[in-house]
């Protein structure tokens, strides 16, 4: 039989912090363009524009804190 290893089945805190500060980038981003489309501030035309646009500003905003 072989032996099993100790280490855990999962990524170092590392990694597993900066993945889920990208998934939370993305989902307030997601949100925030959300927003905009139902005020009629986004339309299909500047929605990668936009979308681009407040996940920079958003991650620029966590990376600063």
């Known amino acids: 039989m072989a032996q099993k290893s100790n ?3 999962y990524n170092s805190p590392r990694i597993d912090y900066q ?3 990208q998934e ?4 307030v981003s997601k ?3 959300v927003k905009f489309i139902e ?3 986004v339309s299909p035309d500047t929605f990668d524009e ?3 646009s407040v996940y920079q500003t958003i991650s ?6």
């Open 7 to 9: 280490k855990p089945a």
């Open 19 to 21: 993945q889920k500060k």
């Open 24 to 27: 939370l980038i993305l989902k």
């Open 31 to 33: 949100e925030v363009v």
């Open 39 to 41: 005020l009629g501030k």
């Open 50 to 52: 936009v979308f681009s």
């Open 60 to 65: 620029k905003t966590i990376e600063d804190k």
